[in-house]
């Protein structure tokens, strides 16, 4: 079963429709986004998933690794999703030692698939987010990337480590997306909203149906 996350999370309901769907993970954004929240603010929305197996995850950009781990902490989340690119080891090993959480690293698609600096400080990553290249914002663009232009690369981006796939994805395409690069987990934001973080509960459900009818 190819697993779900819904990001960009920032109402208590839409929390809890995402558990009551079978979501795997919910995220919240602590980064500079139309969706961000404070880690408090991620806390509470994440006490609704108390007595589900959900997985919590906080993204960040390219803040300092000491106010990452503030923030993580301050959250209480599972999973800490990074995109910045400056030192992802050191990152990782950090976050590691000092909090109980699983890392995953974001790596940027292009028109021309991913630059070798995309590839850079991977080790010891629990997971690996392909999402894509945007000039003007870390995530949420509701575009997407070539599948079958990374789709040589994937085997060796996931090795030992979980591959996400984000990036324009909607119930529409979903299943291609599968089809394609056969992941772990799908990332869905924009996708299944009705304005920036206000998600919409049939588009939820729909994207859900659409997982699921994947791996029939």
Sequence with gaps: ???VKFCGMTRDEDVREAARLGAAYVGT?????????????ARTL???LEGTPVRSVCVFGDEPV???????RRSGCN????????HRTAASERLRAELDVEVWHVVRVGPDGILDSERQGLDGTDGVLLDTLAVSALGGTGV???WQAV????RDLRFGRRLIVAGGLRPENVR?????????????????????????PQRMAAFMTAVRQSVQ
């Design 1 to 3: 079963m190819v697993e």
């Design 29 to 41: 954004i602590l980064t500079e986004s139309p969706r961000r929240i404070t880690p408090d603010r």
């Design 46 to 48: 994440f006490g609704a």
């Design 66 to 72: 000491d106010d990452v781990i503030d923030s993580a």
């Design 79 to 86: 999973v800490v999703q990074l995109h910045g690119r400056e």
């Design 144 to 146: 997407t990337f070539d």
């Design 151 to 154: 789709h040589g690369d994937v």
């Design 176 to 200: 291609e997306a599968i089809e394609r690069l056969a992941p772990d987990v799908v990332d869905v934001s924009s996708g299944v909203e009705s304005s920036p973080g206000i998600k919409d």
